[in-house]
């Protein structure tokens, strides 16, 4: 028996539900569809959504409502959603059990978020490995359009709705929203420059709104019971559950939904099961692979956006990555930053040019070679990278690079020092570019 | 609402328009910014981050090339935070680097040289594994050299935002970024060198220059390009007498810096080892190269001679529209003045007076439209398919409207929509495009006269115009312009109202009309539709006629053809001169002696036999040109004239735009500037006391001439289209005979119809001289559409053998499949073979003499491969 009540996830976890149409609909889904369409003001629910503080579950965290209500209201033309399910985050992988397991959720979300801004045409943007999350997202979409659910006049409303699934092409880059327009507009992903922002020229120049897949989920529950309930739950700025995607070195690693605001304490030792093979747990990451590392000493932080930030990391997208004592850090920096280097667009100098040189640094202290001076040259590095890109990636990229000597330094020295990984002593690693 | 805005740039207050970007201000406020991908002509990128400042209340700093100004703002861009970004990125950009500055092209004018210096040593920082490329090619013509790249994709941003042809983008991810053909294809795109121009380093050079020169030892001459009517606006880069490459610099020129293939890689034809050099006279059936003084002599002794035997008027001259307007006005003067003949033509025969006369009949001048007409339309009329490939940057100034001013674009040719390499295609951009039978133009022209008749013609329409065109359409259906075009009635109509009722509405018209059968009448029928519409007189209206030469526009002003005197001045009927076509027949009946050719060669441009009889009968030929002609073979006289690189002057583009072009390099070997051959030949012949010709110039610079050219035009220069429109049409309405004949349907019986044109990589014979352009392009293909292609089996490159009806001459050409022709059709362009066109029919303007033989039915079949 969970711990907390379940939001998201409350209908997977009942025994025998296959997410089909007819197990949603007994399960209350589209109730809140209707009554928006029916009874509320597309105002009112955004309204309703500042109300319940909803902020997006894609890693920015940026208030939902808030971001609905930079629509221009008196747009003439197209307006578009775009929900982000290209989740690519290393050791993220709630969108991913949302979509496969429940698909009405999100997608009655997204209809109500359509509503409210006034679009009459969404795409949903999912990574391209997930095969079979597209497929079930593909089949619910139909099953949803028979129904009337999609299409013309809702509900009677007169208010039409049209959703498309587009395919991603393995690009982690096209989870961050620009390049995600530019994706779905079928040119290379890479991120725009803002201004202007989405919400006035976004999708073919037009406003649209990009949310995440969780983001999304949470609206048929903030309009069924209201944003009173949906505030009470969580601490201060950070409101309503989130689903914490845990891994690493756990007992139980997997997708677990907790109020915002439960300690890294609880969710590793107490949900997770505690340190695999009751291990001394040595760092671990609390937001996805671009929120810098904390340590043991963080143990007690809640988790949510406000105390993570404080305490130097960011919440992210929830992706809570654990490392025990056997970790070599320099390692774990360097199988990061290979993911990054592989991952840049290229677009811009500092990530382009600098993820290179990062993880060449990262290369040969690792394999012994590494030189006096690397490690500020690495500081360097990441300094000349972070805060000059075009887009969040260059923060990201860092992140975990700057934290980790930040808190792990003597480890560095001491590869340097002995000219040898103290864990690997015989690693051996292709060169870099 | 104040459109200005003020801000304070390292404490200095600068005062901008609003839109401004911040590198733009800091410009003015005399702060340069270092950048990569910044460039004026290009929608902001921000992605070299070069350029980032400090602008107060910001957390981070900005990039200066995207932010745009607002009020207040404050600025830093050389703090110490500033200073340490800009350092940063410029280490980044040097990391990997191969800094082989002494080996590359662009050393000595390259951006990253340049703010390396400023902001320190050129040293790779950080490791010794660089990433490394190989070096590869775009195509023949641009060499890629990766490991220099900034990737800014200025280069690919360029062929986006401003050519509009797509070729171009990025591949990889990360440090392995790279620019590329679009998917990795052998490039074939417009080849118009922007990216090799706008690219700040060396990693885009161009292979016909390659290692032949450092850019310091460059002098830079600034001219107009002589391969079209655009007019263009380009530099000529040289050293010692040899042009080493092109340049232009950007928002310079009515071509604002844009260059076609034929400007930036054509140069190569004036220093071209074939060139004449020096003056020669056949003696006794010998060639013998000789002195100025002694061809200066024999020509006037041969011209006397013919005056003197047989009067005047048995001399002939046709000069070149390539020559500049000084040197038409001097050899329509010596003609006129000083031979006494009125028979004097030139190159604008070939298609270009039938817009200057026409216009000039109905409007009192030919200046209606010029390129800030074609920004400022909202509906553009072409009927000029191929315009890209004739005029490739009046077509740029199209795309430019339809892309940034929200133009509508209504085509009107004998082609297919599709687009099938990267070289614009004017209808596959078109809001709607109208796809004629070939050679229906004029029924075109007919349908929509006819749907704007019966629509919403405009109420200024003079009353007795407005009722001769009508009496003239009257009884002709439009079932019979359909069966003649295969143009719906509807489709006239939409597209003749969304012409008519749109605010500003211009026509622009090319070969297919000027060249096209009757093209003079068409030139008239098309007046009276803009007339009809109420599309003219007003800026973004009027007609546009697409001129082939750089300066047939200025030769018809010149008094270069026999129908004017300088300005315009229109002859009467009877004392006008011959046609050049006239001219030669005039020669084979044995009334014209002598004739003077300056740049012309007949017995390519005409029908060969009938040329090659006539030039046999004359008593003295005199050839003035840059290669040995066909035609130079056979002269008594061969002058070597100078090319536009090495002569100054004034060219008139297509627009009436005159402009000077500047001398680049001394005239090669012993020629002369034509110009000064002519000026020297006027007082030679005044005179028959032996004076050293030097003395004979009479001219103390093209300035002079220029100055008594003026001073020869009555109605004053530069005659535009102003209160005199009024006057003009209304004498033009009483008088006008306004003729529509029911157009013919179009009949296909399994034959092909062909079309001779031309290629972007190729103006005339001169370009075929220029390495750079022979490398696009060296031989004549046949273009069939790859249907009717299958349907004969024929694969690409196949060699197939095409045969008038009625004539025994058969050619042979390779193929090449074209999805923009239409089925049934085919393109053959004209640079390089003259047998095709001996083999076309042959027919005049009956008004204006002009030739034509550019279409005709034809067959075509599979080379049978004997085993
Ligand atoms: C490099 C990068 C990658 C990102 N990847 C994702 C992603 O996979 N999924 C996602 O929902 N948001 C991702 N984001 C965040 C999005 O840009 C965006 O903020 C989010 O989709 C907005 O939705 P939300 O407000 O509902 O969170 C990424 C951002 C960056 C900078
Ligand atoms: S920061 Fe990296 S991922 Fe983002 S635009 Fe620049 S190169 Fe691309
Ligand atoms: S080739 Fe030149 S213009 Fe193109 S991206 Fe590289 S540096 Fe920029
Ligand atoms: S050929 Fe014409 S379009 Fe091309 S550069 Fe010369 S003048 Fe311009
Ligand atoms: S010039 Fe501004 S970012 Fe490149």
């Known amino acids: 028996m969970p711990k907390y009540e379940l939001v998201l996830l409350k209908n997977m976890a009942q025994p025998g539900y296959t997410g089909s149409l007819e197990a949603y609909r007994q399960a209350g889904g589209y109730a809140a569809l209707e009554k928006v369409l029916k009874e509320r003001t597309p105002a009112d629910i955004i309204e309703e959504v500042k109300k319940s503080g909803l902020r997006g579950r894609g890693g920015a965290g940026f208030p939902t409502g808030l971001k609905w209500s930079f629509i221009p209201k008196d747009h003439k033309g197209l307006k578009y959603l775009c929900c982000n399910a290209d989740e690519s985050e290393p050791g993220t992988y709630k969108d991913r059990q949302l979509i496969e397991r429940d698909p009405h959720q999100m997608l009655e979300g997204l209809a109500i978020c359509c509503y409210a801004i006034g679009a009459e045409r969404a795409y949903i943007y999912i990574r391209g490995e997930f095969d079979l999350g597209a497929e079930v997202l593909e089949n619910a979409i139909q099953e949803a359009y028979r129904a009337n659910l999609f299409g013309k006049d809702l509900f009677g409303s007169g208010v039409n709705v049209d959703v498309s699934v587009h395919r991603g092409a393995g690009a982690y880059i096209c989870g961050e929203e620009t390049a995600l327009l530019e994706s779905i507009e079928g040119k290379r992903g890479k991120p725009r420059i803002k201004p202007p922002f989405p919400a006035i020229h976004g999708l073919y120049q037009e406003p649209t709104v990009i949310n995440n897949v969780e983001t999304l989920a949470n609206l048929p529950h903030i309009i069924n019971r209201g944003a009173e309930w949906f505030a009470s739950i969580g601490i201060g700025k950070s409101t309503g559950t989130r689903v914490f995607s845990v891994s690493g070195h756990v007992k139980r690693p997997g997708n677990y939904e907790v109020p915002m605001g439960v300690t890294l304490r609880e969710m590793i030792y107490d949900i997770a099961g505690g340190m695999r093979g009751d291990k001394p747990l040595k760092a671990f990451i609390p937001g996805g692979a671009s929120a810098p590392m904390m340590k043991p000493e963080h143990l007690d932080i809640p988790l949510?956006?406000?105390?993570?930030?404080?305490?130097?990391?960011?919440?992210?997208?929830?992706?809570?990555?654990?490392?025990?004592?056997?970790?070599?850090?320099?390692?774990?920096?360097?199988?990061?930053?290979?993911?990054?280097?592989?991952?840049?667009?290229?677009?811009?100098?500092?990530?382009?040019?600098?993820?290179?040189?990062?993880?060449?640094?990262?290369?040969?202290i690792e394999q012994g070679h590494g030189r006096e001076g690397?490690?500020?040259?690495?500081?360097?590095?990441?300094?000349?990278?972070?805060?000059?890109?075009?887009?969040?990636?260059?923060?990201?990229?860092?992140?975990?690079?700057?934290?980790?000597?930040?808190?792990?330094?003597?480890?560095?020295?001491?590869h340097i020092r002995e000219k040898c990984c103290p864990f690997h002593p015989n690693a051996t690693l292709s060169m870099v570019h | 609402m104040s459109s200005r805005i003020t801000l304070k740039i390292n404490d200095q207050e600068v005062t901008v328009e609003k839109g401004t970007r911040v590198i733009e201000a800091a410009k003015l406020a005399g702060a340069e910014i270092a950048h990569f991908c910044y460039h004026p002509k290009l929608k902001p990128d921000a992605n070299c981050r070069m350029c980032l400042v400090e602008i107060e209340k910001m957390p981070k700093l900005q990039t200066s090339c995207s932010t745009e100004v607002s009020e207040g703002m404050v600025v830093q861009t050389a703090s110490e935070k500033v200073l340490d970004a800009q350092k940063g990125v410029m280490a980044f950009l040097l990391g990997n680097h191969p800094l082989d500055c002494p080996e590359c092209d662009q050393g000595g004018e390259c951006q990253l040289q340049d703010f390396a210096h400023q902001y320190g040593a050129m040293t790779s920082p950080f490791g010794e594994t660089k990433r490394t490329f190989e070096k590869t090619y775009f195509g023949p013509l641009i060499e890629k050299e990766m490991n220099r790249c900034v990737s800014c994709l200025r280069c690919v941003r360029y062929c986006d935002e401003v050519i509009g042809s797509n070729a171009l983008g990025s591949m990889n991810r990360g440090s392995m970024h790279e620019v590329g053909a679009f998917a990795q294809q052998e490039l074939d795109c417009e080849f118009c060198g922007g990216c090799i121009q706008i690219c700040p380093v060396g990693a885009l050079t161009s292979r016909v220059s390659m290692f032949d020169y450092r850019t310091w030892q460059l002098k830079k001459t600034e001219t107009v390009c002589n391969y079209c009517g655009d007019g263009c606006t380009l530099t000529l880069e040289t050293v010692d007498e040899d042009i080493k490459r092109v340049s232009s610099e950007t928002g310079v020129g009515r071509n604002g810096g844009d260059l076609c293939a034929r400007g930036f890689f054509g140069y190569g034809a004036v220093n071209h080892e074939s060139r004449l050099t020096r003056p020669r006279i056949r003696l006794n059936n010998n060639d013998l190269e000789v002195t100025w003084e002694w061809a200066y002599q024999t020509v006037t002794d041969g011209l006397k001679a013919a005056i003197q035997t047989h009067g005047p008027k048995a001399v002939g001259g046709i000069i070149s529209a390539q020559c500049t307007n000084e040197e038409i006005y001097l050899f329509q003067k010596l003609m006129r003045e000083s031979v006494g003949t009125p028979h004097i033509d030139s190159g604008a025969r070939f298609g270009y007076i039938n817009a200057i006369a026409a216009l000039t009949d109905v409007f009192g001048t030919a200046r209606l439209s010029r390129y800030e007409d074609i920004s400022e339309a909202d509906c553009l009329l072409v009927f000029a398919g191929d315009m890209t490939e004739t005029n490739p940057i009046t077509a740029l100034k199209v795309k430019d409207a339809i892309r940034n001013h929200?133009?509508?674009?209504?085509?009107?040719?004998?082609?297919?929509?599709?687009?099938?390499?990267?070289?614009?295609?004017?209808?596959?951009?078109?809001?709607?495009?109208?796809?004629?039978?070939?050679?229906?133009?004029?029924?075109?022209?007919?349908?929509?006269?006819?749907?704007?008749?019966?629509?919403?013609?405009?109420?200024?329409?003079?009353?007795?115009?407005?009722?001769?065109?009508?009496?003239?359409?009257?009884?002709?259906?439009?079932?019979?312009?359909?069966?003649?075009?295969?143009?719906?009635?509807?489709?006239?109509?939409?597209?003749?109202?969304?012409?008519?009722?749109?605010?500003?509405?211009?026509?622009?018209?090319?070969?297919?009309?000027?060249?096209?059968?009757?093209?003079?009448?068409?030139?008239?029928?098309?007046?009276?539709?803009?007339?009809?519409?109420?599309?003219?007189?007003?800026?973004?209206?009027?007609?546009?006629?697409?001129?082939?030469?750089?300066?047939?526009?200025?030769?018809?002003?010149?008094?270069?053809?026999?129908?004017?005197?300088?300005?315009?001045?229109?002859?009467?009927k009877e004392e006008r001169g011959y046609t050049a076509l006239e001219m030669i027949d005039a020669a084979a009946r044995g009334e014209i002696k002598a004739l003077y050719l300056v740049g012309e060669n007949p017995l390519r441009s005409l029908p060969q036999k009938r040329v090659a009889e006539a030039l046999k009968q004359l008593d003295f030929l005199i050839c003035q040109d840059l290669y040995p002609t066909e035609t130079t073979a056979l002269a008594h006289v061969v002058l070597p004239g100078a090319s536009y690189a090495e002569k100054s002057g004034r060219f008139t583009n297509h627009e009436g735009e005159t402009q000077k072009i500047r001398e680049a390099i001394d005239p090669l070997g012993n020629a002369k500037p034509d110009?000064?051959?002519f000026s020297t030949l006027i007082n030679k012949m005044k005179t028959t006391e032996k004076v050293p010709y030097q003395k004979l110039l009479g001219y103390a610079s093209v300035d002079a001439v220029w100055k008594e050219a003026v001073m020869a035009m009555p109605q004053g220069w530069p005659v535009l289209l102003g209160s005199k429109m009024q006057e003009s049409l209304a004498a033009y309405a009483a008088r006008a005979n306004v003729t529509w004949l029911a157009p013919e349907p179009f009949v296909k019986n399994g034959a092909f119809d062909l079309q001779v044109g031309q290629s972007l990589f190729h103006s005339g014979k001169m370009s075929t001289y220029a390495t750079g352009l022979t490398t696009l392009q060296d031989k004549m293909m046949?273009?069939?559409?790859?249907?009717?292609?299958?349907?004969?089996?024929?694969?690409?490159?196949?060699?197939?053998?095409i045969s008038v009806e009625g004539s025994d001459a058969v050619i042979e050409l390779p193929v090449k499949y074209s999805k923009k022709l239409s089925e049934g059709t085919l393109f053959i362009s004209e640079h390089f073979a003259l047998e095709i066109k001996k083999m076309l029919p042959f027919t005049t303007d009956s008004t204006t003499g002009v030739p034509y033989g550019d279409r005709g039915r034809v067959s075509l079949a599979k080379v049978r491969v004997s085993t």
Request: proline letters at 4%; glycine letters at 10%.
């Open chain 1, 304 to 364: 949510d956006f406000e105390s993570i930030k404080e305490a130097g990391s960011m919440l992210g997208s929830g992706g809570i990555t654990v490392m025990e004592e056997e970790t070599c850090i320099v390692w774990a920096a360097m199988n990061l930053m290979e993911f990054f280097h592989h991952e840049s667009c290229g677009q811009c100098t500092p990530c382009r040019e600098g993820s290179g040189w990062v993880l060449q640094i990262l290369h040969r």
């Open chain 1, 374 to 414: 690397d490690i500020e040259q690495l500081e360097n590095l990441c300094r000349r990278i972070e805060g000059k890109t075009v887009c969040a990636f260059g923060e990201a990229e860092v992140g975990p690079i700057l934290s980790s000597i930040k808190h792990f330094r003597a480890e560095y020295e001491q």
């Open chain 2, 406 to 572: 929200k133009t509508k674009l209504f085509t009107v040719a004998p082609y297919h929509r599709k687009r099938e390499t990267y070289i614009s295609h004017l209808p596959h951009l078109a809001t709607q495009h109208t796809e004629i039978s070939m050679g229906s133009e004029n029924a075109a022209i007919l349908g929509f006269t006819k749907a704007i008749l019966e629509g919403t013609p405009s109420p200024h329409t003079p009353s007795d115009l407005f009722e001769k065109i009508k009496f003239a359409v009257n009884g002709i259906s439009f079932d019979q312009i359909e069966s003649a075009t295969g143009v719906s009635e509807q489709a006239f109509k939409d597209i003749g109202a969304g012409f008519a009722n749109a605010e500003r509405g211009l026509i622009i018209v090319g070969r297919s009309i000027l060249r096209g059968i009757e093209g003079y009448q068409s030139m008239l029928r098309l007046a009276e539709l803009s007339i009809l519409s109420g599309q003219v007189g007003r800026p973004g209206t009027g007609i546009l006629a697409l001129a082939k030469e750089s300066n047939a526009f200025g030769a018809v002003e010149m008094g270069g053809t026999p129908e004017f005197l300088p300005g315009f001045q229109s002859l009467k």
């Open chain 2, 675 to 677: 110009w000064q051959i």
């Open chain 2, 782 to 801: 046949v273009l069939m559409h790859p249907e009717d292609a299958e349907r004969l089996e024929i694969e690409e490159e196949e060699l197939v053998q």
